[in-house]
């Protein structure tokens, strides 16, 4: 596709959304669902900022690669994201490993899920592709990117940002020239070297790449051909292209999306409970850290029509309140205590209850006179009435899931192999 003149980049892109993954640290919450799929913000899935992401920046052309236990996160795409119009030359596809190259073949890499696509790609009638992982909670303007990726000619542009040395392990790492150019490229080092005069921080790939379509297109079907290859942009793919081609680095906080309150480019990747517990709590503080209040860049979603939270009794033991919360619609706060805590849609809290630094995912349920403190619910647990959580470590860790940092953890099934063992 040849680019038009006063054309925005991003009308001549698509998204290609990698959305496959289990999130195996996240433990129980991913038992039933992708990572992608894990609830947010108390009405978002974590996907929803990856394209949300791509739909303001003015990329009307996605697809979503989906692997495991993809049902929950193509049903949300179903009902949130199926606004996109053929006839205006919108698309939205949700690509399952579906062994369309052959019978015993699903996805073997992040490369590889795009490879088995290509066909769907080339119908876009697009010039650039940009490459997300569809996990990480962030703003950004992608526009930003393609322009960089186009005035530096490079082979592959890599959102990249700072990530504390100690934590790098977890990401693909860079080192980069003065003029942006990456020189190298490691994929989750055990031992992430420092950057040059700032030897506690590392320069971190954050799963986000840019690149013409024509010269990606060829490069993952040489990969294909590759018997050595794992067909991964992080350990085959972007290496090579460090090594042979012009990979240039793109840093986050040049096309961050910002509404004024955040002091500080915010980017996450909550995927363990302690992060992801943290991440949901700080959207309680007076000031939080991710303005979700954005009109100007917000963040799309499946919109349920649910009536509005409700709050009842009014009595000095038995008041149904709320502070430094955030409580989604369809919630009943009956007679119980909510602070610093984040309920999702249709939870309820019965009389006496209280509930400090809690996440409540959907329809959650917490019984009368039940005491809860740095928790997480998983969608539809029923709490019986009375249960204390997060007053006795050893106790909680008999029952539920108690992370590194002392979040509890709290499924249905935990809940039911509790009630059975106690008769």
């Known amino acids: 596709m040849k680019p038009q003149p006063n054309m925005r980049l991003s009308s001549q892109a698509m998204a290609f959304v990698l959305a496959g993954g289990r999130g195996s640290r996240l433990k129980e919450l991913t038992d039933k669902r992708a990572k992608p799929a894990v609830y947010f913000g108390g009405k978002a899935r974590i996907i929803d900022f990856a394209l949300s992401n791509a739909l303001?920046?003015?990329?009307?052309?996605?697809?979503?690669?989906?692997?495991?236990?993809?049902?929950?996160?193509?049903?949300?795409?179903?009902?949130?994201?199926?606004?996109?119009?053929?006839?205006?030359?919108?698309?939205l596809d949700i690509l399952p490993a579906s062994q369309r190259v052959s019978e015993n073949q699903w996805y073997l890499g992040t490369a590889d899920a795009v490879t088995q696509n290509i066909d769907i790609v080339d119908s876009y009638n697009i010039k650039y592709v940009v490459v997300l992982a569809g996990d990480h909670v962030y703003k950004m303007d992608y526009e930003v990117m393609l322009q960089q990726h186009v005035a530096t000619g490079a082979d592959v542009t890599i959102g990249c940002l700072t990530v504390p040395r100690v934590e790098a392990s977890a990401?693909?790492?860079m080192d980069i020239d003065a003029m942006g150019r990456v020189t190298a490229f490691l994929e989750k080092p055990a031992n992430p070297p420092g950057m040059p005069g700032d030897p506690d921080n590392t320069l971190a790939s954050m799963g986000i790449y840019v690149f013409d379509w024509a010269f990606l297109r060829d490069l993952l079907l040489r990969d294909a051909a590759d018997p050595n290859s794992s067909h991964d942009f992080g350990n085959d793919l972007i290496p090579a292209i460090v090594k042979g081609g012009k990979a240039m680095a793109h840093r986050f906080s040049e096309?961050?999306?910002?509404?004024?309150?955040?002091?500080?480019?915010?980017?996450?990747?909550?995927?363990?409970?302690?992060?992801?517990?943290?991440?949901?709590?700080?959207?309680?503080?007076?000031?939080?850290?991710?303005?979700?209040?954005?009109?100007?860049?917000?963040?799309?979603t499946y919109a349920e029509i649910v009536p509005p939270a409700k709050f009842i009794h009014d009595e000095a033991a038995r008041r149904g309140m709320?502070?430094?919360?955030?409580?989604?619609?369809?919630?009943?706060?009956?007679?119980?205590?909510?602070?610093?805590?984040?309920?999702?849609?249709?939870?309820?809290?019965?009389?006496?209850a209280e509930l400090d630094h809690v996440v409540a995912l959907p329809y959650a349920d917490v019984g009368r006179g039940a005491r809860l403190a740095r928790c997480v619910l998983d969608r539809g647990v029923m709490i019986p009435p009375g249960l204390v959580v997060g007053e006795d470590a050893e106790e909680d860790a008999r029952w539920f899931r108690r992370s590194e940092g002392g979040i509890v953890l709290i499924t249905e099934e935990m809940l039911a192999a509790r009630a059975a063992a106690k008769g």
């Open 56 to 91: 303001n920046s003015g990329i009307r052309k996605m697809a979503i690669a989906t692997q495991y236990k993809a049902h929950s996160l193509i049903r949300h795409m179903q009902r949130g994201w199926s606004f996109f119009r053929a006839e205006r030359n919108e698309y």
């Open 171 to 173: 990401f693909g790492v």
């Open 255 to 300: 096309s961050c999306v910002t509404s004024g309150l955040e002091t500080e480019p915010y980017w996450r990747d909550v995927g363990t409970i302690d992060a992801f517990w943290r991440a949901n709590i700080d959207l309680t503080e007076f000031t939080p850290k991710l303005d979700l209040y954005d009109n100007a860049w917000p963040i799309w």
């Open 322 to 352: 709320a502070v430094s919360s955030l409580v989604s619609g369809d919630c009943i706060v009956s007679g119980s205590e909510v602070r610093n805590s984040l309920l999702f849609t249709g939870c309820r809290t019965h009389s006496y």
